[in-house]
């Protein structure tokens, strides 16, 4: 468990940048905290919120000095659209680091991210990439404009794609590459799967990593109200030993991240 306590304080907008694909990073000033891949913030505008609760994204990007950070949004309901809407100079509300991140003791995973789920993977490229050891990314979309972001870890991974209309990378939904990754090698036994993107193709991700003898490990995109384990709104059924008997767990402080076998279908 990470012991660092979260900040909530307004931050002011550098820019928002376009990934493509409708997709696009908020660049805010700093501080930000030290945060681990796979923690995460609740962020809201300052003023003229639209919606009653603050929205959880994780960490896209940092400085090294924490002097600014970025998030991956894509605008879909009115508190996205919200956020993307905002002017340089505009406040952003920012809650966290929240949660608990990918595991620290994996020297070299295999990650899988679908569409918006490539959050988590940028600041791990970059930290793999400072010790040498630039991590596998299998990134998976429906075509080549949803594969916002690409350009960004190009540069810090061994990126491998896949698109299911075939217009960039593998032909095919992404596990079908890591299963085509497998069998040239490229993947092996005893390798550790980390997961992020929409529930059905984490799901799919974890029943093929089963099914392989593969650990995956799983960030949720579970909705979460509060983001610090007042509402009880962000349960998931789990099992095994990290929850001593309880059936339930709160995502936004046990999670996002689970390892697949710990949760209840």
């Not at 620290?104 to 295999?110: G, I, L, M, Q």
Request: charge should be neutral.
């Amino acid at each position: 468990m990470l012991a660092r306590p979260m900040e909530s304080r307004v931050h002011r907008l550098l820019r928002c940048r376009d990934l493509g694909g409708g997709s696009f990073a908020l660049e805010v000033d700093g501080p930000i905290p030290p945060t681990a891949p796979g923690q995460f913030y609740m962020l809201r505008t300052e003023h003229r919120w639209p919606v009653q609760l603050p929205r959880p994204f994780s960490l896209y990007d940092r400085a090294p000095d924490g002097s600014w950070g970025s998030f991956l949004v894509k605008p879909v309901g009115e508190g996205t659209r919200a956020l993307c809407s905002l002017s340089p100079g505009d406040g952003v509300v920012l809650n966290g680091p929240l949660g608990q991140p990918f595991p620290r003791d994996v020297a070299d995973p295999v990650c899988v991210a679908g569409g918006v789920g490539l959050a988590p993977f940028l600041l791990l490229a970059r930290e793999a990439k400072a010790k040498g050891a630039p991590v596998r990314l299998l990134f998976g979309g429906r075509n080549r404009a949803a594969l916002a972001g690409l350009e960004d870890l190009e540069p810090l991974a061994r990126v491998h794609t896949s698109t299911d209309d075939g217009s960039h990378g593998f032909r095919g939904m992404v596990t079908g590459l890591l299963e085509d990754m497998l069998q040239k090698g490229e993947v092996r036994a005893g390798d550790v799967v980390f997961c992020c993107g929409p529930d059905p193709m984490m799901h799919a991700v974890a029943k093929l990593c089963e099914k392989l003898g593969l650990r995956c490990f799983l960030s949720l995109e579970t909705y979460m109200a509060c983001g610090y384990g007042v509402c009880n709104g962000c349960s998931v059924r789990v099992q095994g030993a990290r929850f001593k008997g309880w059936p339930y767990s709160k995502t936004c402080m046990e999670g996002p991240v689970y390892e697949s076998c710990e949760l209840v279908n």
